[in-house]
């Protein structure tokens, strides 16, 4: 059993900054690397990036590196995304999920309920 709740997503100007947070249950989460996803309207979901089981090593998706960071704290069972410069395609509904690391398969069908991220231009 495991739950991973999404929040901090909201309405933002373009260029503007938000900090998304997904908590996670469970005493094991600091074995897992952590991926994030993310779904806009008519579109696949689509990877964002991924941290490591120690938060030491990040990997991103082109379209928003060296815009995003994924940090944790697995102390607190979280996982963190910090989005800078945001464009308006960024709007979409973000999602957290345990993943392998290397190819970033999800693990398990484990996903949040996502949070909502609305860039206005």
């Known amino acids: 059993q495991v739950q991973l709740v999404e929040s901090g997503g909201g309405l933002v100007q373009a260029g503007g900054s938000l900090r998304l947070s997904c908590v996670a249950s469970?005493?094991?989460?600091?074995?897992?690397?952590m991926g994030w996803f993310r779904q806009a309207p008519g579109k696949e979901r689509e990877f964002v990036g991924a941290v490591t089981r120690s938060g030491s090593t990040t990997y991103y998706a082109d379209s928003v590196k060296g815009r995003f960071t994924i940090s944790r704290d697995n102390a607190k069972n979280t996982v963190y995304l910090q989005m800078n410069s945001l464009k308006p395609e960024d709007t979409a509904v973000y999602y957290c999920?345990?993943?392998?690391?290397?190819?970033?398969?999800?693990?398990?069908?484990?996903w949040g309920q996502g949070t909502q991220v609305t860039v206005s231009s």
């Open positions: 469970g005493r094991s989460f600091s074995i897992y690397a």
């Open positions: 999920a345990p993943v392998r690391w290397g190819d970033y398969e999800v693990l398990n069908d484990y």
